[in-house]
């Protein structure tokens, strides 16, 4: 066996403590230091030769040296007749395991631990030590409540270098599969780990904490490695629906599948973690699901269906971000890139992006830049400092799309234009049969996830839902698509699938202001004459106003209409205040009481005006022209002609 006459060395066994794959835990004490000790038996055969040892002793001094009040140190290694093992500190209390057998640990005092485990791992990170095994039976409590890491670096000096072998052994040996619910997908992969590793682990191990239920709590391995590989875990909030929304964030951040999409540092999560502590955020309780409705769908309509419930989920996220973060006043929505390549899906790069920045343009106190400035980056790889510094903003959010079979994939990501900064990322990847369910979730999620200080007026307006008709969304978005680009051939289609909209639903308000929208342009543009575009154009955007009063497109039109087609100055005021006072955030609009009070000779306030369109739409000839030609109208010679030389030197 292993010990002789109950000593080891200088160390006198008294009993043991614990066991698990990576050997047997004896207390110990130190006779010659006189101190209480753990002494850790390495399985018999672990280390098979000189070499080995050598190897293991090297990288187990080098342990020693982590000292870090959250770590439990490494005193010493040593083999004594074959046997071989480690001597650690010695630390009173209970493992988070043995914790956890009493229930779920309340927030607050989870926040507490995992604060305490991750600044364990940064200060072991800064020395290029990463632990690779992290579980709550490793984490030790101590009676007054301080956390310390146990076994640090052991898995990594024991892992084999054929990957095969190890998911051979995660699956057939009993003791390591306890292991196998906290190993990240790039370990079961057989990819180096590093320490992203390491706080996906101690994210499994909050989420276990709080919920009470690991992530992936399937009872056999290769089901267990299938869904750590190819699923997402429940919600924390279906599981324990009192817990707050930054919590959750921070634990589905953590568990993101790609390395890339996670925590990039610990500091980086504890630094969350402590924000969160000070947060009041929490969920609703769930909505049965004998609530949820269930309808049979032709497979087009629930792909509309898929669509709006995850644009509202990207929505919803990205409301939760910019509002925790309040340095965050900025954000480009860059078009989302097609990456299945099916052009018969297109449409919905366009789609996509348009309604989000609808969604989130009618949040207080932020600038989100119009979508005619952001085509230019459409399927194009841009740095975000190089974004950041060419529209003027703080956060972008990029996104990816496909359609594999019946099923939406969707990728997003937020990031800092400061530094390249990942705030945030999420993968969807949504079956048919669960999109209700999804709707019903966002619609629960969305008031209580923003943090910006809204009225009951703006929530209401932020979460409504403008149409029931999956058809007719999906028409509309077509319709959007051809419409942003602003050829006369593509606009004629564009009216082509918002009449089509219209059909399906007849009481679709953003319908209406889309087609009033083309009979403008064409209008203008001289495609159509004064009498085939105005009388339409007006009909349009009165239907939408008449069915959505609040619908900022709707008054936005019917202020062009009456400033082109009518020259009723006071009409057209009213409704481009209104459409503003709705939707501060639509650069179309600026331009239009721009144009209205350069009419009226108001320059000073056109010049407002102008410069507001200039912000929100930074790439737009149009809207940077707009204030040359304000300076042009009031006289203002030079300036107007250093306006247009800048204007022709950026854009030939």
Known sequence: MIVNELTLGRYRISEQIGAGGMGVVYRARDQRLDREVAVKVLPTGSLSDQASRSRFRKEALALSRLTHPNIAVVHDFDSENGTDFLVMEMVPGMTLEEKLHAGPIPEAESLRLVIQLLEGLAAAHEQGVVHCDIKPSNLRVTPDGHLKILDFGLAKLFRSKDAASVTMSITQDHGIAGTLA???????????????????????????????????????????????????????????????????????????RDPACRYQSAKEMVADLRRLSTSELRLPAPVPAARLPRFVIPLAIWRSLAFLGLLAVVASFVFYLLARRTAMDSIAILPFTNISGAPETEYLSDGITDSLINSISQLPNLKVISGSSLIRYRDKVVDPQTLG??????????????????????SVELSDTRDNHHIWGEQ?????????????????????????????????????????????????????????????????????????????????????????????????????????????????????????????????????????????????????????????????????????????????????????????????????????????????????????????????
Request: hydrophobic share 35%; net charge negative.
């Open 389 to 410: 510094r060419e529209l003027n903003v703080r956060a972008v959010l990029t996104g990816k799309y496909a359609e594999r079979g019946s099923n939406l994939l969707i």
């Open 182 to 256: 906290y190993m990240a997908p790039e370990q079961l992969r057989g990819s180096p780990p590093d320490e992203r590793t390491d706080n996906y682990a101690a994210g499994c191990v909050l989420y276990e904490i709080t919920t009470g239920q690991r992530p992936f709590p399937e009872k056999t391995a290769p089901l267990m490695i299938d869904s750590i590989l190819n699923k997402a875990p429940a919600t924390p909030t279906s599981l324990k629906p009192a817990l707050s929304p930054g919590l959750e964030y921070i634990i589905l951040k953590s568990l993101e």
């Open 428 to 652: 969807y990847n949504r079956s048919l049969s669960d999109i209700a369910a999804v709707q019903e979730e966002v619609s629960r999620h969305i008031a209580d996830m923003l943090r910006l200080k809204i009225t009951n007026e703006q929530r209401q307006r932020i979460s409504k839902k403008y149409t029931d008709n999956a058809e007719a969304y999906q028409l509309y978005l077509k319709g959007r698509h051809y419409q942003l680009k602003d050829t006369p051939e593509d606009l004629r289609k564009s009216r082509q699938y918002f009449e089509q909209a219209i059909d399906a639903d007849p009481n679709y308000a953003l319908a209406y202001a889309g087609l009033a929208g083309y009979y403008g342009f064409m209008g203008y543009s001289g495609e159509l004459s004064p009498k085939e575009a105005w009388p339409p154009m007006e009909a349009s955007a009165r239907r939408a106003e008449q069915l959505d009063p609040e619908l900022a497109a709707a008054h936005r039109e019917l202020a062009a209409v009456s400033l082109i087609a009518k020259w009723d100055w006071v009409g057209t005021e009213t409704e481009i205040r209104r459409s503003i006072a709705l939707d501060s955030n639509d650069a179309g609009a600026h331009f239009t009481y721009s144009m209205l009070l350069r009419t009226m000779h108001r320059f000073d306030e056109a010049v407002g005006e102008a410069k507001r369109a200039s912000e929100l739409d930074p790439l737009s000839p149009g809207a940077r022209s707009s204030i040359a030609l304000v300076d042009y109208y009031a006289r203002h010679f030079d300036s107007a002609e250093e306006q247009y030389r800048q204007l022709t030197h950026s854009d030939p």
